[in-house]
C-alpha cells in the first residue's frame, strides 16, 4: 500500500468546501504529508474578460489573496496553493494526475433528485474519474462540522446550521 505523501483539497470557497478542510489538515498532519489546496475558476468567456483578469489587482490577485487565507491552524503542516483555470472537476482530476496526488478530500453540496441533475456535481465527476482515493463530506451535517471546526480557525469555520 502506497503512503499518503500528498492530499489535495479542492475549494470554490463556498461553505460546503469549507467543512472538510479541518479533516484534511488533520489528515495532512496525522500522516506528514503536503496540503495542496487548489481553486479552480471558470475560463473566461471572451477577451475582455482574458484582459481584465490578468490586470494588477484583478480577478486572479483577488482569488489568489482569498486562497491564500486559507491556512492549516497548525503551522506543521506543509501547505501549498494552487490556482488554476478551467471546467472544475476536469481540472482537479487533472492536476491529482500531475502531481501526482495520493488523496482529493472535497466537500459535497449534497443536491439530490432535479437539483443534481441539472446542475451536475463536481464530486461525483471526480470520483469517477479520479487517479487517486476520493473523501467526500457532504458537510452540514453535523459530526464533521463539529468535530473539525474547533481546528479551523475562526474566519474559515463554517457558519453554525440552525435546526
Not at 473566461?44 to 474578460?49: F, L
Not at 496526488?101 to 441533475?117: A, E, N, S
Request: proline residues 9%; hydrophobic residues 40%; positive net charge.
Amino acid at each position: 500500500m502506497r503512503m499518503i505523501q500528498t492530499i489535495l483539497y479542492p475549494t470554490d470557497f463556498s461553505e460546503p468546501a469549507q467543512g472538510p478542510f479541518g479533516f484534511a489538515c488533520l489528515l495532512a498532519k496525522t500522516l506528514k504529508a503536503r496540503l495542496l489546496i487548489v481553486h479552480v475558476c471558470p475560463p473566461p468567456i471572451c477577451h475582455g474578460e482574458v484582459t481584465a483578469r490578468r490586470q494588477e489587482n484583478g480577478y486572479h490577485d483577488l482569488l489568489w489573496k482569498d486562497l491564500e487565507k486559507i491556512q492549516p491552524p497548525d503551522s506543521a503542516v506543509r501547505v501549498e496553493h494552487l490556482l488554476e483555470e478551467g471546467e472544475a472537476a476536469d481540472t482537479i482530476v487533472r492536476v491529482a494526475r500531475d502531481i501526482p496526488c495520493d488523496l482529493i478530500v472535497m466537500g459535497t453540496h449534497g443536491r439530490t433528485g432535479l437539483g443534481r441533475l441539472l446542475l451536475g456535481s463536481v464530486a461525483e465527476k471526480v470520483l469517477r474519474d479520479a487517479p487517486c482515493p476520493v473523501l467526500t463530506m457532504r458537510t452540514g451535517q453535523g459530526v464533521w462540522r463539529k468535530t473539525f471546526s474547533a481546528t479551523l480557525p475562526m474566519s474559515t469555520r463554517p457558519k453554525p446550521v440552525r435546526p
